[in-house]
C-alpha cells in the first residue's frame, strides 16, 4: 500500500492531525537559530510523538505527562535565558505551548487554541528578521493554519485538502487589499518589530572593541551590511579607494585588545562626548543614500567625511571628536538615509596638547622587540631629526619591502601581538596590521589611534546600488601630524595595494557545493546572486523602510497640503468603512444568488410549520401537498394545488406559470391557521 493510499484510509481525525502537526512544523521551523538546543529539540519530538499517535490511532498522554513536560519547558526557559520575561524567553515558551498543546486536541476548542498559538509563533519569526525569505515562509505558514482552520469547519465527510486549501487561498486574496491598506495608512510606530529589552548581542559586525585576530571572523560573514545609491550615479561617486566608511574608533590599549569608549544609552553622555571634531571640509560634496543593516550597534555608517548629521526617521545623531556618526541608541531595524559627505576633509587639533598624549601611551611590559625597534629607529641618523610624515613612511617602507603579507589566518597570537607580527610572522589580516603599525608609531611617540570601519565594496549591475558587506570590515590608522590634525594611514595598502578599493578581498576556504558551483559556472553564482541581493535591497526600500514620512508623502500626492498621523487614520477609517459596506453589499448580491425556488420553499416550510405541520427539508412539493390535505382537509386544497404548480415549475420541461407569479400567489393563499392553546 502506497503513502497515499494509507492517508486515505485515515479516520479523518487522524488525517487532519497529521496535516495540522505538518503546518505547525513549517511555522516553528525558522525559530530553530534562535531558540535553544533543548527547546528546538524537544520541540520536534512532540510532534513526531504526536503524529505517531494519530497514526497509530493510540490514546493520547495522561494528565501528569503534560504537567511534566509544561514543568520541564519553564525550567528549561528559566535556565537558559534565566527569565521568562522578554522577546527570547517569550518566544522559547511560545513554541514549546504551541507543541505541548498538540496532545491534548480532544475537541474543536483544543484545535482553535492550537490555531491561534500558531498563528501568534508565526508573527514571532518578524521579532528576529524580516528578510524576504521569512516573509515568504510565513505566507506559507499562513496558507497552511487558513487550511487548516477552514478544514476543522468543514465536520461532514472528507473534504479533500484541495479543497479546503483553494477556499483559504480564496480568502487570503479576498483579504489581500485590506492588508495592503493596512499596511501604507496604519500610522508608523519605530520599530515595527521587537519588544523592549531585546537582546543587542549576536549579530556580527563592528563593535566597540577589537582584540588582535578577531576581525578576520567577520571577513568569514559575506551578509550585506551597507547598501549605497550615488546622487547622479557612478559619475558623481569618489574613486573606490576612499571609500572609507567611518565606524568605531579605538584609543585604548591593554596589550592585546584595542578599545573604544562603551557606549551607553545616555543623553547625557551622548552630549559630553557630542564636542566640535574640528572638521574642516573642502571640494565637491558626495551626495549618497545609506540603506543600513540592523547590526544592533549606535554607529552609523557614512563615507568620510560628513560634517553635517543625516535625517534619521525617529531617530537623532549626534558626531564625537573622533569624527564618529552615532546614534542615541542602537540600530535594531532597516535603516535608511541621506548624508553629504567631502573626500577632502581635515579634522583634529593643529598643535600638540595634553589630551593628544593619551594616544601615544602603550601597556608597560608588552612588545620589547617593538619598543626596541623604535630605539633604534629614533638612533638612526636619517630619522634623528625626522618629523612625524617621516616617520611614518620609513614605517610604510618596512611594511612593503620587509617580506610581510596580508592574510586571513596567521594563527593566534601570544602576549605580544605586535613583536610577533614584526619579527616572528610576518603576516597578518587588516587589524594585524593596522595594530602593529599604531603599536610602533607609539613606541616613536607619535600620537596614534586604529580607526574600524568598512572600505571598499561592489557594484549590484541588477539595481546599481553599491554593496558593502560584512566582509569588507576593515581597520586603518590615524596619525596625529602638527598643523595638518588627525591623517589616514591606511598600513594594509602598503603590503597588499590590491585590498584598497575592492579590488580584491581575502575569502574563506569553500565548501564543495561552492567550489562545484564555481567549476560548472564561474559567473553563474555571482549573477545569481546580484539578482537575489537586488530583490532584497527592493523589499527593504519599499517594505521594512516604508516609514511614516513615506506615508505622509504618499498623502501629499493624494492632495493632502500638510498631512499629519490625524490624517492617516481618517483615510484609514473612511477605507474601513468602504470596505466594510463592500463586504455587506457582496453578502446581500451573494444571498440573492442563491436559488429563489429553494428560498420560496423554506418559506413554505416555514409557513406549515407555524400552522403546527413540521415537514423535513428533503421533502419534494407533492409529498407537501398529500400531507397538507391529510391534515387540513378540504379547506387547504388550494395550498396543495399550488404546491403542485411549484413542483410543475421546477421539473416541466415547459412550465405554465413563473416564479414570480407563484411568490406573489404565496401570500394571497388560505393558508392553515396556527392551533389554538
Not at 240 to 257: I, M
Not at 468 to 484: C, L, S
Not at 511 to 532: D, E
Not at 543 to 561: I, P, T
Request: with cysteine.
Amino acid at each position: 500500500m502506497t503513502l497515499r493510499q494509507t492517508l486515505a484510509s485515515l479516520p479523518r481525525d487522524a488525517r487532519d492531525t497529521l496535516f495540522l502537526l505538518v503546518v505547525i512544523a513549517v511555522v516553528v521551523a525558522p525559530q530553530a537559530g534562535n531558540l535553544p538546543g533543548w527547546a528546538s529539540a524537544l520541540t520536534g519530538a512532540v510532534l513526531l510523538w504526536r503524529g505517531r499517535l494519530a497514526w497509530l490511532g493510540k490514546a493520547l498522554p495522561g494528565s501528569w505527562t503534560k504537567v511534566l513536560l509544561v514543568v520541564l519547558a519553564v525550567a528549561g526557559t528559566l535556565y537558559s535565558h534565566r527569565t521568562i520575561l522578554g522577546r527570547d524567553a517569550g518566544v522559547t515558551l511560545i513554541v514549546m505551548l504551541l507543541a505541548l498543546k498538540t496532545l491534548e486536541l480532544h475537541a474543536r476548542r483544543d484545535a482553535l487554541v492550537v490555531f491561534f498559538l500558531g498563528f501568534f509563533t508565526m508573527l514571532s519569526n518578524f521579532f528576529f528578521s524580516q528578510s524576504l525569505l521569512t516573509a515568504g515562509a510565513m505566507l506559507v505558514a499562513l496558507l497552511g493554519l487558513l487550511t487548516a482552520l477552514v478544514n476543522a469547519h468543514m465536520p461532514v465527510g472528507r473534504p479533500p485538502l484541495v479543497q479546503t486549501f483553494r477556499m483559504a487561498g480564496s480568502m487570503a486574496l479576498l483579504g489581500a487589499p485590506i492588508m495592503v491598506a493596512l499596511f501604507m495608512l496604519f500610522p508608523r510606530m519605530s520599530p515595527l518589530w521587537g519588544m523592549p529589552g531585546d537582546n543587542l548581542a549576536g549579530r556580527s559586525g563592528l563593535s566597540g572593541t577589537m582584540k588582535v585576530g578577531d576581525m578576520a571572523e567577520i571577513a568569514l560573514d559575506d551578509r550585506v551590511a551597507i547598501r549605497l545609491k550615488f546622487e547622479g550615479g557612478d559619475s558623481n561617486m569618489p574613486p573606490q579607494s576612499a571609500l572609507y566608511f567611518r565606524g568605531p574608533v579605538l584609543t585604548a590599549f591593554d596589550g592585546r585588545e584595542w578599545q573604544a569608549e562603551p557606549f551607553r544609552e545616555d543623553s547625557a553622555w551622548a552630549a559630553r562626548v557630542a564636542v566640535p571634531a574640528s572638521l574642516q571640509v573642502s571640494g565637491p560634496a558626495v551626495r549618497y543614500e545609506v540603506t543600513l543593516e540592523p547590526q544592533r550597534q549606535p554607529w552609523l555608517m557614512v563615507l568620510e567625511a560628513t560634517p553635517e548629521a543625516p535625517a534619521l526617521p525617529g531617530m537623532q545623531a549626534y558626531m564625537t571628536q573622533d569624527l564618529q556618526w552615532m546614534t542615541t541608541r542602537p540600530i535594531t531595524e532597516v535603516l535608511r538615509y541621506q548624508a553629504v559627505s567631502y573626500p577632502s576633509f581635515r579634522h583634529g587639533p593643529d598643535a600638540s596638547s595634553r589630551p593628544l598624549r593619551v594616544h601615544a601611551e602603550l601597556p608597560p611590559g608588552f612588545n620589547p622587540r617593538t619598543l626596541a625597534l623604535a630605539a633604534q629607529m629614533r638612533a638612526d641618523p636619517a630619522l634623528a631629526n625626522a618629523d612625524t610624515q617621516q616617520l611614518v613612511n620609513a614605517v610604510l617602507q618596512r611594511l612593503r619591502t620587509g617580506g610581510y603579507s596580508y592574510s586571513l589566518d596567521p594563527g593566534v597570537f601570544g602576549e605580544h601581538t605586535a613583536d610577533e607580527f614584526w619579527f616572528d610572522r610576518k603576516e597578518g589580516f587588516c587589524e594585524h596590521i593596522s595594530s602593529a603599525f599604531v603599536v610602533l608609531m607609539r613606541a616613536l611617540d607619535v600620537p596614534s589611534r586604529i580607526v574600524t570601519g568598512y572600505q571598499g565594496g561592489e557594484r549590484n549591475p541588477v539595481d546599481g546600488y553599491w554593496t558593502i558587506r560584512n566582509a569588507d570590515a576593515h581597520a586603518w590608522a590615524e596619525v596625529w601630524v602638527e598643523n595638518r590634525g588627525w591623517v589616514r594611514v591606511d598600513p594594509t595598502g602598503a603590503i597588499a595595494p590590491s585590498r584598497i578599493g575592492a579590488f580584491q578581498r581575502l575569502r574563506a576556504p569553500q565548501g564543495a557545493f561552492a567550489n562545484a558551483m564555481g567549476t560548472i559556472s564561474p559567473g553563474l553564482a555571482q549573477n545569481l546572486r546580484a539578482v537575489w541581493e537586488a530583490v532584497n535591497n527592493r523589499w527593504n526600500q519599499w517594505v521594512l523602510n516604508y516609514s511614516q514620512a513615506r506615508q505622509l508623502d504618499l498623502l501629499k500626492a493624494l492632495g493632502f497640503e500638510s498631512p499629519s498621523w490625524q490624517d492617516l487614520t481618517t483615510v484609514l477609517g473612511v477605507l474601513v468603512m468602504l470596505a466594510a459596506l463592500g463586504g455587506g453589499a457582496w453578502t446581500l448580491w451573494e444571498r440573492s444568488q442563491h436559488d429563489p425556488w429553494l428560498r420560496l420553499m423554506a418559506r413554505t416550510r416555514q409557513r406549515l410549520a407555524r400552522a403546527g405541520l413540521t415537514l423535513p427539508d428533503t421533502l419534494p412539493p407533492r409529498a407537501m401537498a398529500d400531507r397538507v390535505r391529510a391534515q387540513f382537509g378540504a379547506s387547504s386544497q388550494p395550498v396543495a394545488d399550488w404546491l403542485l404548480r411549484l413542483e410543475h415549475l421546477r421539473y416541466a420541461p415547459h412550465p405554465t406559470q413563473a416564479l414570480g407569479q407563484l411568490r406573489r400567489e404565496f401570500g394571497a393563499l388560505p393558508w392553515p391557521e396556527p392551533p389554538k392553546h
